[in-house]
Nanobody, 113 residues
Framework: QVQLVESGGGSVQAGGSLRLSCAVS????????LGWFREREELGHIETDG??SYADSVEGRFTISFDNSKNTLYLQMNNLKPEDTAMYYC????????????WGRGTQVTVSS
């Protein structure tokens, strides 16, 4: 059974940075999409070929990457704003069909002004 476990959340002041990690177990990266969500808002995702796309709200500030050797998804968040405060989740969409069927339990990010 595929499992996703997020880590790296915490408290930071506005303008600061955080990097979230998502360890994906019992999984071999194939023709899938791995995405990051803020609550239920998709922030972006990455595909097998390394291409990624982002929501307008985080374009230019957040970067998604995947380390195949560690089976770990990352979300680098820069220039954080108080409105970025939320639970962050990673999720897997097998075959990139638009259906994220596997989810982590989330990690909390709090940005103070």
């Amino acid at each position: 059974q595929v499992q996703l476990v997020e880590s790296g959340g915490g408290s930071v002041q506005a303008g600061g940075s955080l990097r979230l990690s998502c360890a994906v177990s019992a999984y071999t990266y194939g023709s899938d999409c791995l995405g990051w969500f803020r609550e239920r808002e998709e922030l972006g995702h990455i595909e097998t070929d390394g291409s990624s796309s982002y929501a307008d709200s985080v374009e230019g500030r957040f970067t998604i990457s995947f380390d195949n050797s560690k089976n770990t998804l990352y979300l680098q968040m820069n220039n954080l704003k108080p409105e970025d405060t939320a639970m962050y989740y990673c999720a897997l969409d097998t075959y990139c069909i638009g259906d994220y069927s596997y989810w982590g339990r989330g990690t909390q990010v709090t940005v103070s002004s």
